[in-house]
């Protein structure tokens, strides 16, 4: 029997679950006004009016090198999850992303009689195939973002349901570009720079939401970014920081590049997103959001030697960017590991903006994403998934 008003725990171990359990918390209190909210997660999640039992900002890590340094706060935030869900025991324990963590957060919860529903399916699919017997034991319901996730799930006979990615229909900037590049002091840059002879390109820089990409990725950018300057002297950069990065954290690889013409943008702000000529990104959801807008990029990934060359055994996609992974092919360039070099994101940003018939090409594919995604609201459907469930407990 549930209690009213319901009990609901959410766990998100990153910047993206904690903005994705956010959204999807708000349209459940419209379903259910007075649904009550416990759980792990950020600041999103706090506004949201979830009462945060653990704030999981420090342990958003990848790679298994840099999860072990993290080991020790990992392993305390999940007993006291596991605890808080055996001892409260919510009416429904939601599961956001955060795989491994939120595998033996629902298997715990399981045992002690919680309904699990877990979101934003694991990448079967990359790698693991055979863990989707694993998940259907300890879940009673995946909600998956993609639709071609489901017939991994149906195959083993796991309860799933397409519910749409949460950024579909959600990625639109709140003014026109010539609005934006007035607003953020940006309107003498080019409309289309290669069709203005590149005069004042505007290059977005996103260097992740991780202290670890931080750390191990943002020298790298910003490196990327003083030899595009020198090549276009004119160029604006936008460097957008995530809400769950310090402003410490930036201003002190900003200390190093003095002289680049750039512009802290702070959070998820699509309007001065869609400003950008071109983009340097870290892998991740932010691509996606940089794919939806139509924007050529450049993605970069780099873990510590150990992660890399464990994940290169295990996963069995041949890209990482999901605007690749969607497309079936690479339509966006890719620089791992050893490859990602200022010379080569540089050269690559620089083919982008003086090759406008390259730009364009890729500028087409990346938009066909937005057409395979659709234009549902994923967090909507996801809630009311989730009051149905909540209604059959």
């Keep these: 029997m549930v209690r009213s008003p319901p009990?609901?725990?959410?766990?998100?171990?990153?910047?993206?679950?904690?903005?994705?359990?956010?959204?999807?918390f708000r349209e459940l209190q419209k379903l259910m006004p007075g649904v009550e909210g416990i759980g792990m997660g950020g600041s999103a999640m706090r506004e949201a009016g979830i009462e945060l039992c653990f704030d999981s900002s420090g342990i958003g890590v990848?790679?298994?090198?840099?999860?072990?340094?993290?080991?020790?706060?990992?392993?305390g935030a999940l007993k006291l999850m596991q605890k808080t869900a055996c001892e409260r025991k919510p009416d429904l324990l939601i599961c956001v992303d955060y795989k491994e963590f939120n595998f033996r957060l629902a298997k715990a919860a399981k045992a002690c009689g919680v309904k699990v529903l877990f979101y934003v399916s694991p990448q079967v699919w990359a790698w693991r195939p055979g863990r989707v017997k694993s998940y259907g034991r300890i879940i009673d319901h995946m909600a998956v973002?993609?639709?071609?996730?489901?017939?991994?799930?149906?195959?083993?006979?796991?309860?799933a349901t397409y519910v749409g990615h949460p950024l579909a229909g959600k990625v639109k900037p709140s003014m026109s570009r010539s609005e934006a590049l007035k607003k953020y002091g940006l309107t003498d840059s080019s409309a289309n720079a290669q069709n203005n002879g590149g005069s004042r390109p505007v290059i977005g820089l996103l260097?992740?939401?991780?202290?670890?990409?931080?750390?191990?990725?943002?020298?790298v950018i910003l490196e990327s970014a003083r030899r595009l300057s020198l090549e276009f002297p004119a160029a604006r950069f936008l460097l957008f920081q995530a809400a769950s990065v310090e402003d410490a954290a930036i201003s002190a690889k900003l200390a190093g590049v003095a002289g680049l013409d750039l512009q802290v943008i702070r959070g998820q702000d699509y309007d001065a997103l869609q400003c950008c000529d071109t983009v340097i990104t870290v892998s991740g959801t932010a691509t996606l959001e940089i794919a939806l807008l139509g924007i050529p990029m450049v993605i970069v990934y780099r873990l510590a030697p150990l992660s890399y060359w464990l994940g290169r055994l295990l996963v069995k996609v041949p890209f990482i960017g999901l605007p690749n992974i969607l497309a079936g092919k690479g339509i966006v360039r890719e620089f791992i590991q050893h490859e990602a070099t200022p010379a080569?994101?540089?050269?690559?940003?620089?083919?982008?903006?003086?090759?406008?018939?390259?730009?364009?090409?890729?500028?087409?594919?990346?938009?066909?994403?937005?057409d395979k995604l659709g234009d549902r609201n994923g967090s909507a459907v996801l809630a009311r998934l989730a009051a149905d469930m909540l209604a059959t407990s």
Excluded: C, W
């Design 344 to 370: 080569n994101i540089a050269g690559e940003i620089a083919r982008i903006l003086q090759d406008s018939i390259y730009s364009e090409s890729q500028r087409q594919a990346l938009l066909t994403i937005r």
């Design 7 to 24: 009990l609901v725990m959410i766990s998100a171990g990153e910047a993206s679950g904690d903005q994705h359990a956010a959204a999807l």
């Design 145 to 159: 973002i993609f639709p071609f996730e489901l017939p991994f799930y149906e195959a083993y006979g796991v309860p």
């Design 62 to 75: 990848i790679g298994l090198a840099e999860i072990a340094r993290h080991y020790g706060e990992i392993r």
């Design 207 to 219: 260097p992740g939401s991780r202290a670890n990409e931080i750390k191990r990725l943002m020298p």
